[in-house]
């Protein structure tokens, strides 16, 4: 359940910023397929993942997490 939650809000943030899964898949580190999982909760994102989602969307761990 919560690697659903995660990846939900990824995916939120990434539409707000205007990023493609590409460019946000590139930005970080990782394949389109690992971010694709992620999002769709299949895969949950690690700790070193997580920091540089949240660098890369310009969003901070707690606002990435809050549910609302």
């Known amino acids: 359940m919560e690697e659903l939650i995660w990846g939900r809000r990824i995916r939120a943030f990434r539409k707000l910023k205007g990023y493609t ?3 946000l898949a590139r930005s970080v580190g990782v394949s389109v397929s690992v971010l ?3 999002e769709r ?6 700790e070193d993942l997580l920091k540089r989602v949240t660098s890369a ?3 901070s761990l707690d606002e ?3 549910i609302k």
């Not at 909760?41 to 690690?46: D, F």
């Open 36 to 38: 694709g999982e992620i």
């Open 57 to 59: 969307l310009d969003v």
């Open 41 to 46: 909760g299949t895969r949950k994102p690690g």
């Open 64 to 66: 990435l997490t809050s």
């Open 21 to 23: 899964q590409e460019d």
